[in-house]
């Protein structure tokens, strides 16, 4: 091997960037996410079920709230028809976050996870008890 | 042809992904062991192939010359691009791995007649930039999806994201280097295609990577903004393959393990093909020596020891027959 020395140092650097997620998650066990469905208005409702269906909600509610956003700030519709026909107002701070009151243990439970840092709440705000201790 | 062919091996390689997984249910297959196989094929390959340059002998001293080199201290001389030294290489080799200085260059043979054919050498900067933008959004892009394979996230991938999604179009927010690195990519495929000559030097293996990446990005566009997969079960998978605890959660879609399997496949690929010129850049002999041909003497390391006979030895060899025949000698 000719350059041995600087051969095996860019060999070494790739090592370390190529087996980055390997080595920094070494020995580590990460909780998976469990987003708590027990608040007050939850636990009180006969049947649990949100505008669509869990599975929709899981993969698909990031869409479904930016159309809740488009349809009622700018076009002024107020009401969403489910694809079970059940129609339901449109607004996040007296729908969702009516059932949904535990941001932190529901919303950030997932959003941490993946790390993604929606600006839902650069408008609205979340209920102002568990706001009061978070800031 | 050599574009069709690529193109018919990326469509296969989806309807193996799609038949395996849909078809067969081959969930561990396509999630956890093909995933490994491919890693384990590119860091290994990687390594063997670079080891295996490193064994070639590079004798002449032949970096490219593209500035004045050093000499006398009166005349200026080109720090990065005829550098003299470690620091002036460091420099050139900066600049040509994060800016491609090479290909902003004029790099474009053209015969212009004016009053007879002229040849001219004119500048190719859309292939620098189209280059540029790709590798560039290539990292980004990279780095990105490191928030599916640690946890917590570092720091930089959160910041990187909102950089990347400022625009703040839509929800998951539209991330500005998934589709430069698909224009971009195009673009490199369409100069392959209309530019005659370089079409004419095009090979498979010129179009299956560009073909590969395509699928990739486009898979993962579709993920992220149209057909949506849960995204938290794919954070499970990634993360067990991470931390070397594999697990498959039910429930995601068919086109995530598209996109897995694409990237298997490149990962596998990589170390076979010009894509290795990511370590290859730095172990170009004209780029990574220095310019110093007139300061330092560079003998061949296998040239033999050439038998000589100077003067002195020969004339202390002679010197009795020299001053018999009357020849003048140098010492008595």
């Not at chain 1, 087996?19 to 070494?26: D, L």
């Not at chain 2, 069709?4 to 999630?31: D, H, P």
């Not at chain 2, 390959?45 to 050093?70: A, D, M, N, Y």
């Amino acid at each position: 091997m000719y350059d041995a020395g600087k051969i095996i140092i860019g060999l070494i650097i790739f090592l370390a960037f190529a087996t980055f997620p390997f080595y920094s998650n070494m020995g580590k066990a990460v909780a998976k996410p469990d987003p708590k469905l027990n608040t007050p208005v939850i636990q009180q409702m006969k049947v649990k079920q949100c505008v669509e269906s869990k599975k929709f909600m899981r993969a698909k509610h990031m869409q479904l709230l930016i159309n809740w956003r488009n349809a009622a700030l700018r076009r002024g519709e107020r009401l969403y028809k489910g694809s079970d026909g059940r129609i339901t107002e449109i607004s996040l701070q007296n729908q969702c976050l009516r059932c949904h009151s535990n941001k932190r243990n529901f919303c950030d439970e997932c959003h941490n996870y993946v790390a993604v840092n929606p600006y839902c709440w650069d408008c609205h705000f979340y209920a102002p008890k568990e706001a009061n201790n978070e800031h | 042809m050599g574009a069709l062919l690529s193109f018919f091996v990326v469509i296969v390689l989806v309807l193996i992904a799609l038949a395996g997984v849909q078809g067969a249910g081959l969930y561990v297959l396509f999630g956890t062991i093909i995933p490994y196989a491919a890693v384990a094929t590119f860091i290994l390959g990687v390594i063997l192939r670079v080891i295996k340059w490193s064994r070639s002998p590079v004798p002449f001293h032949i970096p490219t010359t593209c500035g004045q080199e050093k000499s006398l201290p009166w005349i200026k001389y080109s720090k990065l691009e005829s550098p003299s030294g470690t620091l002036g290489v460091i420099g050139r080799m900066a600049l040509e791995v994060l800016l491609f200085r090479s290909l902003f260059r004029n790099l474009k043979p053209e015969l212009r007649d004016d009053d007879g054919p002229r040849l001219v050498y004119s500048s190719n900067q859309w292939l620098w930039l189209g280059g540029l933008a790709f590798h560039w959004s290539m990292l980004i892009v990279i780095l990105r999806h490191l928030r599916f394979f640690t946890q917590p996230v570092p720091f930089f991938v959160t910041i990187i994201d909102s950089l990347d999604g400022f625009l703040q179009i839509g929800a998951p927010h539209l991330l500005l280097t998934g589709v430069i690195l698909l224009l971009a990519v195009t673009y490199l495929f369409l100069r392959r295609l209309f530019n005659p000559p370089v079409r004419y030097i095009s090979l498979p293996s010129d179009y299956l990577p560009l073909f590969l990446i395509m699928g990739i990005a486009t898979t993962g566009i579709l993920m992220r903004y149209f057909f949506r997969v849960d995204i938290i079960h794919v954070k499970e998978l990634t993360l067990g393959l991470a931390t070397l605890n594999p697990e498959i959660p039910a429930g995601i879609g068919v086109i995530f393990y598209i996109h897995l399997f694409l990237i298997s496949s490149l990962f596998a690929y990589f170390p076979f093909s010009k894509l290795m010129h990511m370590g290859g850049v730095f172990l170009s002999p004209t780029r990574n020596l220095a310019n110093n041909s007139r300061i330092k003497r560079h003998v061949n390391p296998w040239n033999y020891p050439v038998k000589v006979h100077t003067y002195e030895e020969y004339e202390d060899e002679f010197r009795e027959k020299m001053k018999d025949a009357g020849i003048p000698v140098e010492k008595e």
